[in-house]
């Protein structure tokens, strides 16, 4: 058996960083590597231990780095391998771990392997992608159109599941497989300590017919890639689309040998009923998805993901929260009731000062190839008024701002003379780093609290849960429980309510406003964790 890997992982705890917006070092509007190992100490001290680097290879950004034309070499605006090799020493001195997007689905159409493949039927790279005569059925990307692309230079169409320079990678070829393996072995070789891993339940097609869930070869992938002696050791952690507890199990139970973990995205959709409409419910509706997920991976003993934001996701504060007058409350009271459960965390660059959605009154204010090609949609039945609400709703670039350092013109993100990449968040001036650390309600403090009593508890982390309030009450509250110790979480909805506790607990230990355990009214986003008298 090849994997000791899950119990430690629990101790880990993932900060997301898209590196375009991070941080810039060089004053060209384009955060960078440099950039990143800058601001090293500040996601230390937030209690981060691990870094999850967006995509920062070679690549013509066709999307934002999912585009990739290299997978072992830096993107030029990212800095060079060099930086790269700092940014991994930097991070190992801290005792911090790093984890790269892996893109194995598709590569850049600018990829050395797509440009020797489209010159014909007969080079080495002929079969690296899917080449048809005509389409074979009529896919649609995920990014708006056909997904089959006529390419003059091979006179045959090739697929693409999400944008025209993005061809899908031919797994059903032994030399795909062996080339991806290559790939992972290099930057594990370099020290890199684990991997996401980009649409990974994608990877396996059964062409030329349709699209029917998962790939009949998608596990045998899997195990080449992870489930080696040198890969076993790696934290893993599949982009998937799948719900099923089925197929979850199949992808990441002990004995699989194929993934720590996978992101399940149901309760994403809290707040929404598509993509870019909103639908009205609270926090409520988060907690239903988490106690599903708590029960469903607890008794397989699987590693839950816990996460609410990421780099293609409007954010949650927003949708379910008190983005205004409550915007610190809703954000720490959210922040309680999912990093007190069992899992991983992963925390999304901004999320720990509460930053919330934006909104612009031009679509030249957006670049985000997924919400252009929806406006572009949108127009055709509704108003540019209408159709811009609906983009500055669902678009991508509500999580892709440049980051909000301080209240200067750029932010603190790049140099004040020069344009950042992505125009600035519109609630910049008001939301960011320097005015949350001199705020009393520092959501960034509170996070550090929360963080530190999470790693210095096993209860917290590792202890049996169990869920204390019942479906149709307007708060959550749970028991963790290890050994003889039990402590209690308690997160209130968005009503001022008397919340009546079945037990004795002692101070709380951390609260995001000022409480006494004998006073049983909570405020609206009141949350609390105390150790209860057992
Ligand atoms: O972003 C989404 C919905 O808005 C998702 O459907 C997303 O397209 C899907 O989760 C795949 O995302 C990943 O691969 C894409 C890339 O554009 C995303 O940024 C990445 O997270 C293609 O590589
Ligand atoms: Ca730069």
């Known amino acids: 058996m090849l994997c000791s890997k899950y119990s430690d992982f ?18 060209d509007g384009i955060g960078d590597l440099q950039g990143v190992i800058s601001k090293l100490d500040y996601i230390k ?20 780095g999912y585009d990739v034309a290299d997978y072992c070499d830096i993107m030029d605006e990212f800095g060079t391998m060099a930086d790269m090799d700092q940014l991994i020493d930097e991070l190992h001195k801290r005792s911090m771990k790093l984890i790269l997007d892996l893109v194995p689905n598709h590569t850049s159409t600018d990829h050395v392997w797509f440009r020797e493949s489209r010159k014909g039927k007969d080079n080495p790279y002929s079969d690296f992608y899917y080449w048809f005569d ?25 697929l693409h599941t999400f944008a025209v320079g993005q061809a899908d990678l031919n797994w059903e070829n032994p030399a795909v497989v062996k080339a991806m393996q290559d790939v992972v072995d290099f930057w594990v070789d370099k020290g890199c300590d684990g991997f996401r891993i980009d649409v990974i339940d994608c990877i396996s ?19 080449a890639l992870f489930g080696r002696e040198k890969t076993a050791h790696l934290f893993t952690v599949g982009e998937g689309h799948t719900n099923e507890i089925d197929d979850i199990v199949l992808h990441c139970a002990h004995d699989r040998n194929e993934l720590s973990t996978l992101f399940i995205f149901d309760h994403m959709e809290c707040g929404r009923s598509d993509k870019f ?38 954010q949650m504060i927003s949708r379910i929260g008190n983005d205004r007058e409550l915007r610190y409350e809703s954000a720490t009271c959210i922040a309680t009731m999912l990093y007190l459960l069992k899992g991983v965390p992963f925390i999304y660059q901004g999320q720990e000062i509460g930053m919330p959605a934006a909104h612009y009154d031009s679509i030249d204010d957006f670049d985000d190839v997924e919400c252009l090609g929806a406006y572009r949609k949108y127009r055709r039945t509704l108003s540019e008024e209408e159709a811009l609400e609906k983009v500055n709703f669902g678009s991508r670039d509500n999580a892709r701002h440049p980051m909000a350092w301080d209240d200067s013109k750029n932010c603190g993100f790049t140099d004040d003379g020069c344009e950042p990449w992505l125009i600035n968040h519109s609630r910049a001036k008001e939301i960011n780093v320097k005015n949350d650390l001199n705020s009393k309600k520092s959501v960034y403090r509170f996070y550090q609290e929360l963080l530190k009593l999470r790693a210095g508890n096993d209860v917290l982390r590792d202890g049996n849960v169990e869920v204390i309030s019942k479906p149709e009450d307007e708060f959550f509250a749970y028991i963790r429980s290890l050994n003889d110790e039990k402590w209690m979480v308690i997160c209130n909805f968005g009503k001022e309510q008397v919340i009546e506790l079945p037990s004795d607990c002692e101070e709380p230990v951390l609260a995001n406003l000022e409480r006494k355990t004998s006073d049983g009214l909570y405020r609206p986003y009141e949350c609390a964790v105390a150790k209860m008298i057992c």
């Open 10 to 27: 629990t101790k880990w705890v993932i900060y997301q960083i898209y590196p375009r917006s991070f941080m810039d070092s060089n004053g």
């Open 45 to 64: 001290e937030l209690g981060a231990n691990a870094v999850w680097l967006c995509p920062c290879f070679k690549s013509p950004n066709e999307d934002n």
């Open 134 to 158: 005509v389409p074979p059925n009529d896919w649609e990307s995920s990014f708006g159109g056909s997904a089959w692309q006529y390419d003059e230079m091979r006179g045959q169409y090739y």
């Open 205 to 223: 097609k059964d062409l030329p017919n349709d699209r029917n869930g998962l790939g009949p070869r998608l596990h045998e992938y899997i195990r």
């Open 277 to 314: 409409t909103p639908k009205d419910e609270g926090l409520r509706a988060l907690r239903d998805y988490l106690v599903y997920w708590q029960n469903e991976t607890d008794k397989r003993d699987l590693l839950y993901s816990l996460f609410i934001e990421n780099h293609d996701q409007p």
